[in-house]
């Protein structure tokens, strides 16, 4: 492809793929998740261990599920594509809805705002700041955090992913030295902490799908990699082979990094602290504890920049199928990156960023989240039933989506029975979609008004001279096959 063409160029090989899994993952959830799942496991330190262990493997099946999609329908947009491509236009509407007005803005501010409060822990004391000051420092920090972070994915891509590589090696650094105090701990018969490991008086099982949804916040971030399928080299190679890398290490590093924590932290005290990892490395490191809370801000710096990069793309998505408005499917001209879709997201972060009830709103959606992505993997059993024959470079046996899907289901069923109104306020907000579908695509996009058309030709033709940008100019043909499915 001539390198003067407009176009969202293939430019992540397998180790930026495993930093585009590994970076989005390791957040704030494996410095946050430990004491949600303690606490709705009534304080056994084994229980714990096992929803972590199950987390993990759950979470490696439904990115294998989305390997397999990924390689047989190779277009940008994960679920969101795919259930498009297999059920409906509708079902597809609402899950970008509910991703772009709510899940990923909220996600990017929560994570990015962990970022703030561990950087300022750094220097907090020393500053004598109060409580309120230091929220409203915290807030600024995070905010111009999103601001870099989306300056730098519009102006160069490959600086982007580059960065993603280099912040993922620094967070796994810093949870492998996590990982080495606890083991020098064991080492030295500190292992009170796993003896009558199972044993608790206060174990509910309703309460275990909320700690599976404290774990699987952790390992959120499994799905995004397919988001970004048409910048992958190689994609039915690398996209696998980058997902069983990437969710292998994971997983390893998460359940030692609970081992280790238990070596220094006691049930009670783990329940009791607001940042698990500045409590471990305190008595551990001293002095030098700054250092685990420089590691915590990098590895939230990485996740943020690597939920940015993929919504983005599922922004792009949604636009270039008439989903959102047509300037948002656009590129610009020197930096070929989708400008107009990241430049959509910072206001939307920013205000979720100065809200107080962004861990409400993500509590609400996660029903939602977890019922889309379970349709999405139903496309899998769908599509081998109706083509059998269809191409498929990466195939996982059947018994893993079905597995997947039976999990996802049980989980949102059993999260109704413990907390039905909550559940309930996340399907309305998903279900106020329907209406915005029905006017704003089905409507507008079959018989357009002339007014509607000449004032959006308008707006395009504005935002395509502030933005400089066009539509891609080429597209690979290996995308046309989608087309010819039905």
Not at 11 to 31: A, H
Not at 98 to 113: D, E, G, K, L, N
Not at 176 to 188: N, P
Not at 429 to 440: A, D, F, H, K, R
């Amino acid at each position: 492809m001539p390198s003067d063409v407009v176009v969202l160029k293939r430019q992540l090989g397998l180790w930026s793929c495993v930093g585009m899994v590994i970076g989005p993952i390791i957040g704030s959830g494996i410095f946050i998740s430990p004491k949600g799942i303690l606490q709705n496991t009534g304080g056994s330190v084994g229980w714990a261990l096992m929803i972590w262990t199950a987390c993990g493997v759950m979470s490696m099946l439904g990115a294998l599920c989305m390997a397999e999609l990924s390689t047989t329908f190779p277009r940008s947009g994960g679920d969101f594509m795919y259930i498009m491509i297999g059920f409906n236009k509708m079902l597809a509407f609402l899950r970008v809805f509910t991703f772009v007005a709510i899940v990923r803005p909220a996600s990017a501010a929560v994570v990015s705002m962990t970022m703030g409060n561990y950087l300022l822990a750094v220097f907090r004391d020393d500053c004598g700041m109060t409580d309120e000051t230091g929220e409203i420092v915290a807030k600024l920090l995070a905010a111009c955090m999103l601001c870099v972070i989306f300056a730098l994915n519009v102006y160069s891509v490959p600086t982007t992913y580059r960065l993603q590589v280099v912040l993922s090696a620094a967070k796994v650094l810093g949870l492998v030295l996590i990982i080495f105090l606890g083991f020098i701990r064991i080492c030295q018969g500190y292992t009170s902490n796993f003896e009558n490991a199972f044993k608790s008086d206060n174990l509910d099982i309703g309460n275990i799908p909320l700690a599976f949804y404290s774990g699987l916040f952790a390992y959120a971030g499994w799905h995004f990699l397919p988001q970004v399928t048409e910048e992958v080299e190689r994609p039915s190679r690398n996209i696998p082979l980058a997902i069983i890398i990437s969710m292998t290490i994971v997983t390893i590093i998460y359940i030692l990094a609970n081992v280790a924590y238990f070596t220094v932290l006691s049930p009670e005290e783990l329940l009791t602290s607001k940042a698990v990892a500045s409590d471990f490395a305190l008595p551990m490191l001293g002095s030098w504890s700054w250092i685990i809370q420089i590691c915590v801000a990098l590895s939230c710096i990485g996740s943020t920049n690597g939920v940015i990069f993929a919504a983005s793309r599922v922004i792009y998505s949604a636009s270039r199928e008439g989903m959102l408005p047509e300037f948002l499917s656009m590129i610009h001209i020197r930096w070929l990156s989708p400008l107009p879709a990241a430049a959509l997201l910072l206001p939307l972060c920013l205000m979720m960023l100065s809200g107080d009830n962004v861990f409400t709103l993500i509590n609400y959606m996660s029903v939602s989240r977890w019922i889309f992505l379970a349709i999405s993997v139903a496309v899998i059993p769908y599509y081998r039933w109706k083509y059998p024959d269809l191409h498929r470079p990466f195939k996982v046996p059947l018994i893993v989506p079905i597995l997947f899907i039976f999990l996802s289901i049980f989980i949102v069923v059993m999260s109704f029975f413990k907390d039905p109104l909550a559940c309930g306020i996340g399907l309305l907000i998903s279900i106020i979609g329907i209406p915005l579908y029905i006017v704003c695509v089905v409507w507008f996009w079959r018989e357009k008004p002339v007014w509607f058309l000449k004032l959006m030709g308008k707006v395009t033709l504005f935002m395509q001279k502030l933005m400089f940008v066009i539509h891609q100019e080429e597209e690979e043909k290996t995308f046309l096959i989608i087309s010819d499915i039905k």
